[in-house]
């Protein structure tokens, strides 16, 4: 990262948040309706996480029709993984000392509607520009997604690091669109395209 940057956009899940509880209920849901009949589709997965409506209304753009017990059991499983969600120790921190320098921040996930909440929740202190792939009706690496970065945030893609824990969707694609971009690695030694701890990416800008 270099002094030009104005912005510095992090993955949600996996490089800030993790999870206690991983119960995979919407992966419950679609094996079920593989079970019962339906067969799986190519863009089931980047449907469901760019279809912005109630669960129930994404499943139906699916067609799938999960019978109420098995819905009851989805919503209960979500609110144990919502309740379970914390932060990582090194997030706080570096997001504290990026905002006391003036650096903006900004958080850019792939994530079905219900995980959306967890910002307001773990992170009410932060002035974030959110980018979810159930708003903007893209998922990483796609363009657009990074595009609407660039657009709803005024800042040049040159002065803009994405920092995440996925190479394609948190590295690779935001060097091919012209971000700086670091792969996050917890544990390793930081390197020019890698990074060990959130706390390195402080170390980037000085």
């Given at each position: 990262?270099?002094?030009t ?17 991983p119960?995979h209920?919407y992966?419950a ?14 863009d089931d997965a980047?449907?469901?996480?760019t279809?912005d ?15 109420r ?8 499983d979500?609110a144990k ?8 120790d090194d997030v706080?921190?570096?997001?504290e000392?990026?905002n006391?320098a ?14 959306g ?17 159930y ?9 657009k ?8 945030s005024?800042?040049a ?5 994405f ?5 394609v969707a ?5 060097s ?5 971009a ?9 390197g ?9 990416v402080s170390?980037?800008?000085?």
């Open positions: 990262m270099t002094a940057t104005q912005m510095v956009v992090f993955d949600l899940y996996g490089t800030l948040v993790r999870f206690g509880v119960l209920p992966r849901i679609l094996s079920w309706a593989r079970e019962t009949g339906r067969q799986p589709r190519l980047r449907r469901l996480l279809t409506g109630t669960p129930e209304q994404v499943f139906a753009a699916l067609d799938i029709e999960p019978p017990e098995l819905i009851r059991q989805f919503h209960i979500i993984e919502l309740a379970s969600l914390s932060l990582f706080l921190p570096t997001l000392r990026l006391q003036g650096i903006r921040l900004a958080v850019c996930s792939n994530l079905a509607k219900p995980y909440e967890v910002v307001d929740r773990l992170l009410p202190q932060f002035e974030l520009l959110r980018c979810f792939s708003e903007v009706g893209a998922i990483k690496p796609e363009p997604i990074y595009e609407w970065l660039v657009g709803y005024g800042v893609k040159e002065s803009i690091t920092v995440g824990d996925n190479k948190d590295y690779q694609g935001p091919d669109f012209g971000f700086k670091f792969h996050l690695v917890r544990g390793v030694k930081a020019s395209q890698r990074i060990g701890s959130l706390a390195d170390e980037f800008i000085g």
